[in-house]
């Protein structure tokens, strides 16, 4: 029988006993251990991995061949770097990014006893703009988003109690998808929000019409939504699961682009609106 086509093989790269790379394992492995949240570590990863390229690139293998030096050419790399799909240059958050997680790496190599010193101490991190988000929306604006969802069916309360709880709060995306049946208090007004950023709790204000929106989403729509067994999630989707990531940002964002507002994004765009609108307020 004739070969219609080459199989590919996949061949990894053997990673070297003693070298950057093999550290490196270790290194993500101590962040697991201590608690560090799963996104953090990925983008330490994420990261890291320019670093990796860049010193197997130049034929530097071992720890101890990097020196402050190598250090300043690799963040002198990043500084002249442009990216393949449009030439532009990293950011400057992506720069300093990429040099905390040298630091980070070398500091706990220098805490292992692993190298003598660390070689990133001493490094000067970019100055990083503070600017403003570039779309953030007026309270007309938001009632306008929030106006669309089709509250004559089930999945239109679910989405407009969704709306609600992000103008409302402020709260995070994440946050949001986690939260439980039994996280709001209704007597007091307020969210608990259990392991959110950085993985601390915190207790958040929410106000009566949001309170008013989920109690209507309790009563109306969750029990056609939840299966057995019933972990508690509040928000679930039409099939009983917890939203994905990019299931609520494509929801939000369909939202924000029907009002035609002239302003673009999701659920982080509620958060910078709700403090705003705050400030704006006086808090």
């Excluded at 990083?128 to 106006?147: I, N, Q, Y």
């Excluded at 508690?232 to 939202?255: E, H, K, N, P, S």
Aim: include cysteine; charged fraction near 30%; hydrophobic fraction near 35%.
């Amino acid at each position: 029988m004739a070969k219609t086509g080459r199989k590919k093989k996949q061949v990894e790269k053997r990673i070297i006993p003693g070298s950057i790379a093999a550290y490196s394992a270790e290194f993500y492995e101590y962040l697991q251990s201590r608690n560090y949240s799963d996104t953090t570590i990925q983008n330490r990863k994420n990261c890291f991995a320019y670093f990796l390229r860049w010193c197997d690139e130049r034929g530097i293998i071992e720890p101890s061949e990097v020196s402050r030096s190598v250090v300043e050419r690799f963040q002198k790399y990043l500084f002249t770097y442009r990216k393949k799909r449009d030439s532009e240059p990293l950011s400057f958050r992506a720069q300093s990014s990429n040099l905390v997680a040298v630091r980070a790496f070398f500091k706990w190599m220098a805490k292992k006893n692993y190298v003598i010193y660390n070689p990133a101490a001493e490094i000067e991190l970019p100055k990083l703009e503070k600017r403003l988000p570039k779309h953030v929306l007026t309270s007309s604006e938001a009632e306008a988003v929030m106006l669309l969802p089709d509250i004559r069916e089930p999945k239109g309360i679910r989405d407009r109690t969704i709306l609600e709880v992000f103008y409302s709060t402020g709260m995070r995306r994440a946050e949001l998808m986690n939260l439980s049946i039994y996280d709001l208090d209704t007597e007091r007004g307020t969210v608990f929000i259990r392991q959110g950023k950085g993985k601390k709790d915190r207790m958040v204000p929410i106000g009566e019409r949001a309170i008013l929106w989920i109690q209507k989403y309790l009563v109306e729509v969750r029990p056609l939504l939840a299966s057995t067994p019933d972990n508690g999630t509040l928000f679930l989707t039409a099939q009983g699961d917890i939203f994905t990531d990019f299931r609520l940002t494509q929801m939000v964002r369909d939202y924000v682009e029907k009002a035609n507002i002239g302003k673009k994004g999701a659920c982080h765009l509620f958060r910078h609106t709700c403090a705003t609108l705050m400030l704006e307020g006086g808090a």
